[in-house]
């Protein structure tokens, strides 16, 4: 006998989610007359995963679903394996009519989640029930401020589901909390709508989203989890058609990227010294650019240095050890010098082997000699610098190479200026040929100096120009 019942129940709850499925309520209350509790003994005998009424509100059978509810109004409140009640899935579906049902039955079925920590008002937007979601949300204002397990709010899943609509609607409704939401981050990246939106280039979202006063003052300056604002992602996102009209559209809007902007202030520094024709920056980066040297100074001048550092050394060498006019041996011994007052009492004169233009103009000489040594010790150091191994990159050892070659040359010019006042009996006949070649020296030995001197400011200028970036950008980031 218990068997028999056993079996008569298991037919009727069978008959009943039938009955749900075609919607047939002159099944359903033939039922309830026959076994008027077998709605109550869903939850505990049923093995089935929803209750017929998630059945009838999925299907949209309207009367069925009012009939079982005036008969047991909790069933409202129940949930299937996916812990999804039935509003749930009459949300989701759009089926409006049963929606205010299940609100008049149980209106608190609107904050409860599913296992995706989901409300029905989320499966609305998500599907685009846009009737559905004003619905739910003045039978609980509340649920707007309700996120999934993802922190993603309504707004973020109107952005994610491209339900623009659904979006404008809920920003015009200025619920309390609706500005904070708009500029609130996801826990999967703390992505705002606007990141969102232009992540997935939706250009109408955007567009709409930087009109709103809320976005432009506040959450275009969040960041993200990797530290993007979403001027950044559209900067760094895959130029296409969409990412440009984003991009246009933010430009239009006067809104430019921290790295467009640090580019715009640098062209338009430079833009104002461009102008400043005068400006002693525009002057020194003008002569930087003209004496600035397209190869390799040190390897392409460092045989010619060496040659050169050799040959004065030689000829000043030679002109020492063997100068013009040596007096040879003779049975005349040392003579008296030409004048005796000169020099100190007891000095024997000119003697064999030594210059007889010393004994002519000594004093002259003396200056000669002393010229045509500079010139070779500067020369030998030049030379030593070449072969010592020292690092002639550094801008010191290049100084110093072109400090001691100019050196040289220079006193190996004077050398030659004494030498030939030594060897011409009237000077006044060469007078005017050492004067222009005195001045051209001179002139060209000028522009040298000056050409070492502005070298080295432009050098200290551009050290102190990139120490003063490198402070910038570490203020900027």
Sequence with gaps: ???????????????????????????????????????????????????????????????????????????????????????????????????????????????????????????????????????????????????????????????????????????????????????????????????????????????????????????????????????DIVERSPKDSKSLEIQVILMDRGIKSRRKERIDGVASQEERCRKEKWSWRYVLETIDQWLVYNGDWLEDMRGNLSTVATVISTMTFQTVLSPRGIRPNDPLGCLPYKDESEHDKGSSGQCPGEAMLAYRQTHVFSLFIMYNTISFVTSLCVALLLVSGVPLKHRFVMWLLSIGMGISITYLTNAYAVGLVLITPDVHDIDQ????????????????????????VIWVVKKLKAKAGKQLSQVVQ
């Excluded at 008569?8 to 989610?17: A, G, H, P, Q, V």
């Excluded at 017929?52 to 005036?70: M, Q």
């Excluded at 040929?433 to 000056?450: D, E, G, H, K, P």
């Design 1 to 231: 006998m218990e068997i028999t019942n056993n079996n008569e129940e298991e037919r009727r709850m069978r008959d009943l989610y039938k009955a749900a499925q075609e919607g047939r309520v002159s099944t359903l209350n033939t039922l309830l007359q026959q076994d008027p509790l077998i709605l109550h003994r869903l939850s505990s005998q049923t093995t089935f995963f929803e209750t017929p009424l998630h059945v009838s509100t999925l299907l949209g059978h309207l009367e069925f679903t009012r009939t079982l509810l005036a008969r047991c109004p909790k069933l409202a409140l129940e949930s299937d394996s996916s812990q999804r009640t039935p509003l749930h899935l009459a949300s989701a579906r759009g089926h409006m009519h049963t929606v205010k049902e299940l609100l008049q039955a149980g209106g608190e079925a609107c904050l409860v989640h599913d296992q995706e920590h989901r409300i029905p008002l989320h499966h609305a937007v998500m599907r685009g029930r846009r009737d559905v979601v004003l619905e739910l949300i003045t039978a609980s204002p509340e649920s707007l401020r309700l996120h999934d397990d993802k922190g993603k709010t309504i707004f973020h899943l109107c952005v994610m589901y491209n339900r623009l609509d659904i979006l404008k609607d809920l920003v015009k409704l200025d619920t309390d909390g609706t500005h904070e939401l708009l500029i609130k981050g996801d826990l999967d990246g703390k992505n705002t709508v606007l990141h969102l939106a232009i992540m997935l280039k939706q250009v109408e979202t955007v567009s709409y989203l930087i009109s709103i006063q809320t976005i432009i003052s506040e959450a275009l300056n969040l960041k993200n989890d990797m530290g993007y604002t979403a001027t």
């Design 433 to 456: 040929v050492m004067t222009i070649s005195s001045w051209i020296f001179n002139a060209l030995r000028a522009l040298t100096v000056v050409y070492s001197m502005v070298i080295f």
